[in-house]
């Protein structure tokens, strides 16, 4: 079953979006949800918004994945959904080799798919994101978003670590009590 969950917001308009599955996490605006019906494939997930759909697909590296031929999947994708006025771009994400293509549907909304190829994993994720004209720099940002492994998730700050005491502050500290307590009652007489 896929999971893809909701994390707290990070910044005022997003949202973290973690796929346990795969520990992939990304940001995104803070109104997406996940539909029921992409909890049936393990190796896909998807995200709607009022004016975007993000569809995941998880893939595994193999002899295959070269440069050369992820540039003619991505033409063959946007064949198959009929895209005109098509272009191949890169983005820049941390952590992934990112070919992207971007055009426009027939029904005149626009779509990016990318396929992010992980520099330390097997993994290859192809992003598919259908969005309004004027959502194209969010939708890059979310794409550029995309972390793997936990200690890695967008926007996310180390959190400071708890000193432990050692046994030695312990005892300095109980003395320097005891002593305050024994000049207190002294100044009480």
Not at 30 to 52: I, K
Not at 102 to 114: A, F, L, N, V
Not at 119 to 126: G, I, Q, R
Not at 165 to 173: F, H, S
Request: glycine share 4%; proline share 3%; net charge negative.
């Amino acid at each position: 079953m896929a999971m893809l969950t909701v994390t707290a917001a990070s910044s005022m308009w997003a949202r973290v979006y973690t796929w346990d599955r795969f520990d992939i996490a990304f940001e995104g605006p803070d109104d997406g949800f996940v539909p029921f019906v992409f909890f049936q494939d393990p190796n896909s997930a998807q995200v709607e918004w009022e004016d975007m759909l993000m569809t995941l697909q998880h893939y595994v590296k193999n002899e295959n994945t070269t440069k050369d031929n992820l540039n003619e999947t991505l033409k063959s994708r946007a064949l198959g959904f009929n895209m005109y006025d098509t272009k191949l771009f890169t983005i820049k994400v941390k952590g992934f080799k990112c070919y992207s293509l971007e055009g426009t549907m027939p029904d005149g909304s626009r779509c990016i798919i990318s396929y992010l190829v992980s520099d330390k994993t097997t993994t290859v994720l192809e992003v598919i994101v259908n969005y309004l004209l004027g959502n194209r720099e969010v939708v890059e940002d979310m794409i550029k978003s995309f972390s793997e492994n936990n200690n890695q998730k967008p926007n996310e700050r180390e959190k400071p670590k708890q000193k432990v005491q050692d046994k030695k502050d312990a005892e300095r500290q109980e003395e320097e009590l005891r002593k305050a307590q024994e000049l207190e009652n002294a100044v009480e007489c």
